[in-house]
C-alpha cells in the first residue's frame, strides 16, 4: 500500500504471506470454525434476507419510539436448530443484529434467551425463518 511496485519487495510480500499461512496449517489453527470459508458463497445469499429483515425491524422500532405502536418489553427462549457453535453464534448475532431484540443468553441445551422491545417481535423468532435460514447456511440438516 505504499505505492512501490518493486518486484523484490512484492516477491518477499507474496513469500512472507505464504509462508503464514504455511505455518498456521502446520500448527493446525486454521479450522471451519475458525475461518469459514464454507460459508462464503452461502452467506452472500443470507445478508441480502438480513439486511430486509433489519430494515423492517427499523421501522416497527421508529413506529413504538415515536408512540405509534405499544412498547411491552418481553423476554423469550427461543430454541436453535444449528450443529455447531458458529451456526448458533451466527443465529444468536442475527438476532442481536435486528433492532428491537436481543440475545442475552445462550444455553447447553441450545436455546437463546432473547430480549424483545415488543411481543410482536418475538413472533418472527418463534415463527423459526431465522432459524431455518441460519440452519440452512450452516450447511446441516
Known amino acids: 500500500m505504499s505505492g512501490i511496485f518493486e518486484p523484490l519487495i512484492l516477491i518477499l510480500g507474496v513469500f512472507s504471506c505464504a509462508l503464514v499461512v504455511a505455518i498456521a496449517v502446520r ?3 486454521i479450522d471451519h470454525e475458525a475461518v469459514p470459508v464454507h460459508l462464503t458463497f452461502k452467506v452472500l445469499m443470507y ?3 438480513l439486511l430486509w429483515e433489519i430494515v423492517k ?6 413506529k413504538r419510539v415515536l408512540g405509534f405502536a405499544d412498547i411491552s418489553p418481553t423476554m423469550v ?3 436453535a436448530t444449528q450443529k455447531t457453535d458458529l451456526g448458533i453464534v451466527i443465529f444468536a448475532n442475527s438476532i442481536t443484529l435486528t433492532p428491537g431484540t436481543i440475545s442475552i443468553d445462550v444455553d447447553e441445551e441450545g436455546y437463546i434467551l432473547v430480549h424483545a422491545l415488543s411481543r410482536d417481535g418475538t413472533e ?4 423459526g425463518d431465522m432459524d431455518r435460514r441460519v ?3 450452516e450447511g446441516h440438516d
Open 124 to 127: 418472527g423468532l418463534e415463527g
Open 27 to 29: 500448527m493446525d489453527v
Open 135 to 137: 440452519t440452512e447456511l
Open 47 to 49: 445478508w441480502p434476507w
Open 57 to 62: 425491524a427499523n421501522i416497527d422500532v421508529t
Open 77 to 79: 427462549r427461543i430454541k
